[in-house]
């Protein structure tokens, strides 16, 4: 049993795999928090509180603010309200009939679920013990439910709110968290991830000051500037020591996440659905339901954190249809001709790579309606006949003979204002009437938010979903909402605006990824602009960025592994110069760092030499021997190209048996110094055979010495060369006994 009530203290206890979470009633009826971390036992701690300030309950008046005293502001709660005498960052506010805002939120009654209530219309975490706590405000009839998922198998807990009008007049949220959590110390550091335009998935780290620490997204995609992910670190935190505590939303629009470092030694994480621009009318007898937060727990650093959110994303989030199976290894048409998608100029390409191992040939952009430039013809779901004159057909069956899946483009949320769509509809791009829409990439946002847009989009969609023979859709969304508005809503619901944008968005998922269960999706928006968990709840790998350049990409996919799996993150080997970068890098380089994820090419296979052809063929059956491991393996990240000169991971497959490293040398330098890295997760006692590639290495060492002697970094190439910049190296790790 994973979740535990004791009816004598009224504490109850939620246990994950090493974690405990304990929060208990007080004698006022306030659900107060007592600990989330390393597994504990099922002890009083009351004591806690005692000792500082005497019985929290007896000391505190809810109702009264006290001036110095003990009141809300010092609860460590697992709901806050304003009011009452909290002054720090609160989860809910509720507008109500006469003005006020007040409420006080107390135990009612509770029920231990061993089946998970879904989440209906979001994505949430499937399975899990389940504790639904439900209060009752103490000044009407309105009630919140509070869930909480725990699992044997992965140190983590879902916590999300409902909010039921059980009154007879309506309410308006001004403001529903999922989520408000306590932390003891208000010395942490606030790991973050900033995101740019292919420069997506920097870490940052920054000492928490007192005050709020906040990030946030008002653009209803929800990775374009951060991540819907925080953890609070101990200073002395490391990738593999220390304690880190993470929280993610599974959602995809706007959000914020915010630490508060209050005066009483707690830190305060509180978040969901940003309120910037946001009300919800909640009309007597209805509920509101706010996305899924995970929050993870680590006593082994920063990467047993990260280790904690793949396991619990492999086991209870991502499409199970896809999840735990190989994924496709795809030929992506994008920087091999970008708009220019003809077949004299696909044929070839796919020629070049039959009997490679490559097993998917995606047609990107370029495919449809007057779409030969970024201009025009945006959702108008057609095959060009100016492109493709006799359909899609014979280029599918092409691909189909030479023993590939094929793949298509879509980027079903939007439209070109020169397109056919936007000519018959203009009303269905989001605008306020009588402005000009925003428009971005030479696009405006259709409103999903209404169910006929809804419609249209699934059935064009389908329509080419059903009329070919698809095997996978590149599902992408390439520019940001913006005004907020929807011509389908009353005055009074247009902040409802970004929450519903999300809720369409999900409508359309539903309904096209479920529509056509045996089409493999991979999200998509201008690289990695909606790199979520909601996103991943039904398309099992996301495009990461459109950087494709491997230094670069050494750099996004770190900060992308923090919180998601190697198997969600899709990489492609692409040519050189770079096209977002101008580098140069060896084309192994690029190959080996794309294999740290859901690998695939993206580049005109006419213009590569036959040895690079040749090498294609090598690197598709290396991925193929460690894709176990990119599937369901243990990450281990040792060093990276943000704050050294290397990058170097190891990835173990869960017996320890197995195991790949992938280091890289940014810069050759002369007279270098003897680099070693510092494999980790290996079985201490274990002997190992240990191969590398190019140098011919055979090395029998046991665990231990690999993790603690290293492995070394040769200076030259194996023919005594210096290896030039951006050289990988690459060992083979087995297990002998
Ligand atoms: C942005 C994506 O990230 C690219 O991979 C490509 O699909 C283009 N959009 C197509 O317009």
Redesign the pocket.
């Known amino acids: 049993m994973a979740i535990y009530f004791n009816p004598e203290t009224k504490f109850f206890y939620l246990e994950g795999k090493n974690i405990s979470y304990v929060f208990g009633i007080n004698r006022t009826g306030f659900p107060e928090h007592y600990y989330f971390g390393t597994r504990i036992g099922r002890d009083d701690l009351a004591y806690t509180y005692e000792a500082n300030i005497g019985d929290s309950a007896e000391a505190a008046v809810p109702g009264k603010v006290h001036a110095g005293g003990l009141s809300y502001n010092v609860y460590r709660s697992e709901i806050s309200f304003f009011g009452n005498g909290e002054f720090r960052e609160c989860s809910i506010q509720l507008l109500q009939k006469s003005g006020s805002r007040l409420n006080e939120f107390l135990y009612e009654t509770h029920e231990i679920l061993s089946e998970k209530p879904a989440l209906a219309g979001m994505p949430s975490m499937r399975g899990g013990e389940t504790l639904k706590l439900t209060l009752k405000d103490k000044l009407s009839e309105m009630r919140v439910h509070l869930f909480y998922t725990v699992y044997d198998d992965v140190s983590v807990i879902c916590r999300r709110m409902e909010v039921e009008n059980r009154t007879d007049e309506d309410v308006k949220l001004l403001r529903a968290y999922s989520f408000v959590l306590d932390v003891v110390g208000s010395d942490h550091d606030l790991l973050t991830i900033e995101n740019a335009w292919a420069r997506e998935g920097k870490p940052e780290r920054t000492p928490l000051p007192h005050g709020i620490v906040c990030v946030d997204e008002k653009s209803a995609s929800s990775t374009r500037r951060h991540s819907p992910a925080m953890a609070l670190i101990g200073k002395h935190t490391t990738e593999d020591f220390g304690s880190a505590l993470g929280v993610n939303l599974i959602y995809s629009a706007s959000y914020t996440l915010k630490a508060e470092v209050g005066t009483k030694g707690y830190t305060r994480l509180t978040g969901g659905i940003n309120d910037f621009d946001f009300t919800w009318e909640l009309g007597a007898g209805e509920t509101f339901a706010t996305p899924e937060a995970v929050l993870a727990y680590s006593a082994e650093g920063i990467g047993g954190m990260s280790r904690e959110y793949h396991d619990a994303y492999r086991k209870y989030l991502i499409n199970e249809r896809f999840v735990n199976k190989p994924h496709p290894l795809v030929i992506n048409s994008?920087e091999a001709v970008y708009f220019g998608c003809t077949p004299d100029r696909l044929i070839p390409i796919i020629d070049k790579v039959r009997g490679t191992g490559i097993d998917t040939f995606v047609l990107?952009?370029g495919w449809f309606g007057s779409r030969r430039n970024?201009r025009s013809g945006l959702g108008d779901w057609t095959v060009s006949p100016e492109v493709f004159p006799d359909g899609l057909k014979p280029v599918i069956d092409y691909v189909h003979d030479a023993g590939m899946k094929f793949g298509i483009?879509f980027e079903p949320e939007m439209v070109n204002p020169d397109s056919d769509l936007y000519r018959a509809h203009p009303d269905w791009a989001i605008s306020v009437p009588d402005t000009t829409p925003c428009v971005s990439r030479r696009q405006v946002v259709l409103d999903i938010t209404r169910a006929d847009v809804r419609d249209y989009i699934v059935e064009a969609v389908s329509k080419i979903l059903r009329e070919n023979e698809i095997d996978y859709v590149?599902w992408?969304f390439?520019r940001a909402v913006t005004e907020n508005f929807s011509r389908a809503l009353p005055a009074g619901k247009q902040q409802e605006m970004h929450h519903r944008y999300a809720l369409g968005l999900y409508d359309l998922c539903e309904r096209l990824v479920n529509g056509f269960p045996h089409i493999f999706f991979e999200g998509?928006a201008?690289?990695g602009g909606r790199f979520d968990p909601a996103i991943l709840y039904y398309f099992p790998q996301i495009?990461a960025s459109?950087d494709t350049d491997a230094y670069m990409r050494t750099q996004i996919q770190y900060g992308t592994s923090l919180f998601y799996p190697l198997s969600a993150i899709s990489c492609h080997t692409s040519i050189c110069p770079n096209h977002q970068t101008e580098r140069t890098t060896p084309f192994t380089t690029r190959a080996d760092i794309a294999h740290l994820g859901a690998t695939g090419y993206e580049l005109d296979t006419t213009k590569i030499t036959p040895e690079e052809l040749e090498e294609i063929k090598t690197q598709v059956a290396e991925y193929r021997d460690m894709e176990d491991l990119v599937l369901y393996g243990d990450l281990y990240r040792m060093e990276n190209t943000f704050d050294s000169n290397y990058f170097a991971v190891t990835v173990v497959s869960k017996d320890k048996s197995k195991a790949k490293v992938t280091a890289m040398r940014a810069l050759c330098r002369p007279n270098d110094e003897h680099k070693r890295i510092f494999p980790r997760g290996l079985d201490a006692d274990a002997l190992y055979e240990v191969k590398n590639r190019d140098y011919g290495l055979c090395l029998h060492l046991t665990g231990a010495a690999i993790m603690n002697v290293g492995l070394v970094l040769p200076l030259k190439t194996a023919e005594g060369k210096m290896p030039g910049d951006f050289k990988t190296f690459v060992f083979d790790i087995r297990m002998e006994r």
């Open positions: 994008w990107d952009d970024d483009w590149k992408d390439n998509c201008g690289g495009w459109d």
